[in-house]
Nanobody
Framework: QVQLQASGGGLVQAGGSLELSCAAS????????LAWFRQAPGKERECVAA????????YYLDSVKGRFTISRDNAKNMGYLRMSNLKPEDMAVYYC??????????????????????????WGKGTLVTVSS
C-alpha cells in the first residue's frame, strides 16, 4: 500500500514562490510517474506537472511552463513542485499522485494535454495554495 502526503502549501503574494513536497511510503514510488494536480473551486482538476520515474521526461501545463519545476528524489521517496512567479489563478488545492501507466507515458501526457480525466493509482491529500493579489 502506498501513501502520499503533500505539504508546503500556504499563503503567498502574487509573484512569490512556494515549494510543495510529496512524501511517499511504499515500494512503488521509484518506479512510478509522479504528477501534481490542482483543483480550484468550481473548476475541474487538472494536471500541472508530471515526471517519469527516471526524471528523463516531464510534462507541464502550458500556463505554468517556465514558472513551475517538478522534480523527484527516488532515494528519499520524495517529490517536489517548485512554483515561482505565482499568480492568483494558481490558487488551488494541490495534490500529488503516482501511477504506473499501463498505456505508457505518451498516452498519459495526451490525456493531460487534452484535459481528460486520468485516474492515477495513488493520490495524496491536498495542500492549499493561496495567492493574494
Amino acid at each position: 500500500q502506498v501513501q502520499l502526503q503533500a505539504s508546503g502549501g500556504g499563503l503567498v503574494q502574487a509573484g512569490g514562490s512556494l515549494e510543495l513536497s510529496c512524501a511517499a511510503s511504499g515500494d512503488s514510488f521509484s518506479s512510478s510517474v509522479l504528477a501534481w494536480f490542482r483543483q480550484a473551486p468550481g473548476k475541474e482538476r487538472e494536471c500541472v506537472a508530471a515526471i517519469t520515474w527516471s526524471s528523463r521526461s516531464t510534462y507541464y501545463l502550458d500556463s505554468v511552463k517556465g514558472r513551475f519545476t517538478i522534480s523527484r528524489d527516488n532515494a528519499k521517496n520524495m517529490g517536489y513542485l517548485r512554483m515561482s512567479n505565482l499568480k492568483p489563478e494558481d490558487m488551488a488545492v494541490y495534490y500529488c499522485a503516482i501511477d504506473q501507466p499501463s498505456r505508457g507515458w505518451d498516452t498519459m501526457v495526451q490525456s493531460f494535454q487534452r484535459g481528460r480525466p486520468y485516474e492515477m493509482d495513488y493520490w495524496g491529500k491536498g495542500t492549499l495554495v493561496t495567492v493574494s493579489s
